[in-house]
């Protein structure tokens, strides 16, 4: 029970901070209305958000690695806590990258997956670290399902600048649940161990090792794709439902359904990693996005067509993060796991950048987003071929008591 408290306890604090950083597209339309900053120009703010907490996690990881999680964690929720209240004093696209695309970014990425992730495997028997990386990133999609519809609630009932506040508020909220967490993990003994872990290294030697690994390198560069696709679809999905003439409803309800769809997904693949390599998992995650988008492009763009895109692709959204977590402490252990992963999620937010800041050059460029669609189907293929040669032993059934 003692660990069942600490993996919903991460859940809940991922699904304020994610949930409201998945959520700022909604975001991106008002704002221009209101400043006449321009799409691109307040894309490339959300795009710089998206590398920024990238950058954060490998420091927030070693943060945590080195003092435990709660300092992290609770300076994560004040900076993005902080970021949200200063944007609506912002009136230039220098504003907005400092408080959305530095504070909140940085804030959201301090109290997220690696930290979180990274706290509860050091914590946890190693046949429970898979399915708890699945029910803390269950918390993040969950934040998504619910934020999605508030916020643009709030937005319709108070302004833009009133339901930033509002997240802000929000947002302040998770600083009770980072409390809970900041102790530090005791050290690992032979009954919360179900495998050897490699031989203790320290901080600078793992790193070395990692980065002269090529398994942890392809892995790294699927988790690129990831990034591109989510940051270019929680950036524009609204923009792509207004140029089929739809209400803005249909993308609030969009992504919400996705956020829902990857409670499922994300419990899945916490289940899948304890009974199949993470590598296939992955690897079919990122070829169903191929199909999915390819049969979008194909269908009438009408609001059904958007739900049932929204829920496919919901399944395997952010449900990449359990497997991938499982194959970087499987090759590397959990004493540098916070940093390890979080330097993992830098590549999924190079990609996302990317994806957010040419989703904004393309609308103004061509007038819609086909082109990032095609790129998002040949990036998506290529990631699951990738996760193919990673070098990842065969799971061993964990035997059950007589």
């Given at each position: 029970?003692?660990?069942?408290?600490?993996?919903?306890?991460?859940?809940?604090?991922?699904?304020?901070?994610?949930?409201?950083?998945?959520?700022?597209?909604?975001?991106?339309?008002?704002?221009?209305?209101?400043?006449?900053?321009?799409?691109?120009?307040?894309?490339?703010?959300?795009?710089?958000?998206?590398?920024?907490?990238?950058?954060?996690?490998?420091?927030?990881?070693?943060?945590?690695?080195?003092?435990?999680?709660?300092?992290?964690?609770?300076?994560?929720?004040?900076?993005?806590?902080?970021?949200?209240?200063?944007?609506?004093?912002?009136?230039?696209?220098?504003?907005?990258?400092?408080?959305?695309?530095?504070?909140?970014?940085?804030?959201?990425?301090?109290?997220?997956?690696?930290?979180?992730i990274?706290?509860a495997?050091?914590?946890?028997?190693?046949?429970?670290?898979?399915?708890?990386?699945?029910?803390?990133?269950?918390?993040?999609?969950?934040?998504?399902?619910?934020?999605?519809?508030?916020?643009?609630?709030?937005?319709?009932?108070?302004?833009?600048?009133?339901?930033?506040?509002?997240?802000?508020?929000?947002?302040?909220?998770?600083?009770?649940?980072?409390?809970?967490?900041?102790?530090?993990?005791?050290?690992?003994?032979?009954?919360?161990?179900?495998?050897?872990?490699?031989?203790?290294?320290?901080?600078?030697?793992?790193?070395?090792?990692?980065f002269?690994d090529?398994?942890?390198?392809?892995?790294?560069a699927?988790?690129?794709?990831?990034?591109f696709?989510?940051?270019?679809?929680?950036?524009?999905?609204?923009?792509?439902?207004?140029?089929?003439?739809?209400?803005?409803?249909?993308?609030?309800?969009?992504?919400?359904?996705?956020?829902?769809?990857?409670?499922?997904?994300?419990?899945?693949?916490?289940?899948?990693?304890?009974?199949?390599?993470?590598?296939?998992?992955?690897?079919?995650?990122?070829?169903?996005?191929?199909?999915?988008?390819?049969?979008?492009?194909?269908?009438?763009?009408t609001?059904?067509?958007?739900?049932?895109?929204?829920?496919?692709?919901?399944?395997?959204?952010?449900?990449?993060?359990?497997?991938?977590?499982?194959?970087?402490?499987?090759?590397?252990?959990?004493?540098?796991?916070?940093?390890?992963?979080?330097?993992?999620?830098?590549?999924?937010?190079?990609?996302?950048?990317?994806?957010?800041?040419?989703?904004?050059?393309?609308?103004?460029?061509?007038?819609?987003?086909?082109?990032?669609?095609?790129?998002?189907?040949?990036?998506?293929?290529?990631a699951?071929?990738?996760?193919?040669?990673?070098?990842?032993?065969?799971?061993?059934?964990?035997?059950?008591?007589?």
């Amino acid at each position: 029970m003692r660990h069942w408290g600490l993996i919903l306890l991460a859940a809940g604090l991922l699904a304020i901070t994610m949930g409201g950083r998945q959520t700022l597209g909604l975001f991106m339309s008002p704002i221009n209305t209101s400043t006449g900053l321009g799409i691109t120009t307040i894309s490339f703010a959300m795009a710089v958000a998206q590398f920024v907490w990238g950058a954060i996690q490998p420091v927030a990881g070693a943060v945590a690695d080195r003092w435990g999680p709660g300092r992290a964690l609770a300076a994560g929720v004040i900076l993005m806590a902080l970021g949200a209240a200063l944007t609506p004093m912002m009136d230039s696209g220098l504003g907005l990258v400092f408080s959305i695309g530095f504070l909140l970014a940085a804030g959201s990425g301090a109290g997220s997956f690696s930290v979180l992730i990274g706290a509860a495997a050091q914590r946890l028997p190693a046949h429970r670290r898979g399915i708890a990386a699945g029910v803390i990133n269950a918390g993040g999609s969950f934040g998504q399902f619910v934020f999605a519809p508030l916020l643009q609630k709030l937005i319709s009932l108070f302004g833009w600048v009133g339901a930033m506040y509002s997240l802000a508020l929000i947002t302040l909220a998770a600083l009770p649940m980072a409390r809970a967490l900041r102790a530090r993990p005791a050290p690992a003994s032979a009954s919360t161990t179900a495998e050897a872990p490699p031989a203790e290294r320290g901080m600078r030697d793992t790193l070395r090792a990692a980065f002269a690994d090529r398994s942890y390198l392809l892995l790294h560069a699927g988790f690129f794709t990831c990034g591109f696709h989510i940051a270019f679809l929680v950036t524009h999905l609204p923009g792509e439902v207004s140029l089929c003439g739809l209400p803005v409803e249909v993308a609030s309800w969009s992504l919400a359904i996705i956020g829902l769809a990857n409670i499922a997904g994300s419990l899945y693949a916490g289940w899948c990693v304890q009974r199949y390599r993470s590598k296939y998992v992955l690897a079919w995650m990122y070829g169903s996005r191929a199909v999915l988008v390819a049969l979008y492009l194909m269908a009438p763009k009408t609001a059904m067509t958007f739900y049932i895109f929204a829920a496919g692709l919901g399944f395997t959204w952010l449900a990449t993060v359990p497997p991938t977590a499982g194959v970087v402490g499987k090759l590397f252990g959990t004493r540098y796991l916070a940093t390890l992963f979080g330097l993992t999620l830098l590549s999924h937010q190079v990609g996302g950048f990317l994806g957010a800041w040419l989703g904004g050059i393309a609308i103004v460029q061509t007038g819609d987003y086909q082109w990032m669609w095609y790129a998002d189907i040949a990036l998506a293929a290529l990631a699951a071929v990738a996760n193919l040669p990673i070098r990842e032993a065969p799971v061993t059934p964990r035997l059950q008591p007589a």
